[in-house]
């Protein structure tokens, strides 16, 4: 008996010394998995930070670029030889390559949007709107936008493709061992002509958007008065501020697709290929035209 007895306390200490190795294992398992959240957030925090950071970053830059071109393009000594080349090629570029985009794109946008606002307003007896609603949403709203994507997707993108190129291969520093300024060189010149191109495009298309709506609510019998008058209409129904805005939009959306663009490119890196470049530029040009659009339309 007293053998048995005897071993009855070991085997409550065993069992009781298992419980504690057990509570160990668990407590250990916990503070593991704690660990292994833990590293996971911070992870994904900072992946989340850098993306902001990045953003941040871009958006920096192009204020900067934006106040370099206006103060450079001020500058008689900015405006040499290879500078005037550049803005006369990237403009002829911009406006001869992109007016018959722009006249296509106007044309369907009379079809679809000017011709059936005009049908639908004499069918509701409000005629008398037509100027206003044509000015405050064709020429206002869809004209830069539109104008702003066909920038950016014909000329935007080669000069996302040029630069990027440029800037990947080398000779972006070649031309700063040379003592050559590529922002003068470059940036600079592109952007003005996208800013002109623009203000070109922008009323070709509100033109030619305008024109075939008439005309085709004209052969239906919708309208029956003279294209004059119709445009005296339009034209009558523009506020004073109407004739400071529309413009200044389309030379606003001009001006930050080409700074973009040329941004985008000369910021590129050494792992960047057309593959990354392209998605990239028209991202951020698509978020710059929308950006705009927005500003002036809550502000103004």
């Not at 190795?21 to 959240?37: F, G, P, T, V």
């Not at 080398?170 to 996208?194: C, H, K």
């Amino acid at each position: 008996m007293s053998g048995g007895e005897s071993k009855l306390p070991a085997q409550g200490g065993g069992d009781e010394n298992d419980a504690i190795l057990s509570d160990s294992i668990q407590m250990h398992q916990k503070q593991s998995l704690l660990l292994r959240l833990f590293l996971w957030l911070v992870k994904k925090t900072g992946a989340l930070g850098r993306l902001v950071r990045h953003q941040v970053w871009f958006f920096l830059v192009m204020l900067g670029a934006c106040w370099g071109v206006l103060f450079e393009s001020i500058s008689q000594n900015a405006w040499r030889r290879t500078v005037r080349y550049e803005f006369g090629t990237t403009m002829n570029s911009v406006i001869g390559g992109g007016l018959i985009a722009t006249l296509f794109a106007g044309t369907l946008t009379g079809v679809a949007a000017v011709s059936q606002t005009i049908y639908w307003l004499g069918v509701a007896g409000m005629a008398k709107m037509t100027g206003s609603i044509l000015i405050n949403v064709v020429v206002r709203e869809i004209a830069p936008i539109l104008v702003g994507i066909l920038l950016l997707g014909r000329n935007g993108m080669l000069s996302v493709t040029e630069l990027g190129l440029l800037t990947t291969g080398g000779q972006i520093r070649s031309f700063q061992a040379q003592g050559i300024d590529p922002f003068l060189l470059l940036v600079m010149p592109r952007t003005l002509a996208f800013t002109v191109a623009g203000f070109t495009l922008g009323i070709v298309f509100s033109i030619a958007s305008l024109l075939t709506g008439y005309i085709i609510s004209r052969v239906s019998g919708v309208v029956t008065s003279p294209v004059w008058s119709f445009f005296n209409d339009v034209i009558s129904a523009m506020s004073t501020a109407d004739y400071i805005m529309i413009p200044l939009k389309f030379v606003t959306v001009g001006f930050v697709v080409g700074v973009g663009s040329c941004i985008t490119g000369l910021t590129a890196t050494s792992q960047d290929n057309l593959r990354t470049l392209l998605p990239r530029g028209f991202s951020r040009g698509m978020l710059i035209v929308m950006a705009v659009s927005v500003l002036f339309s809550l502000d103004f």
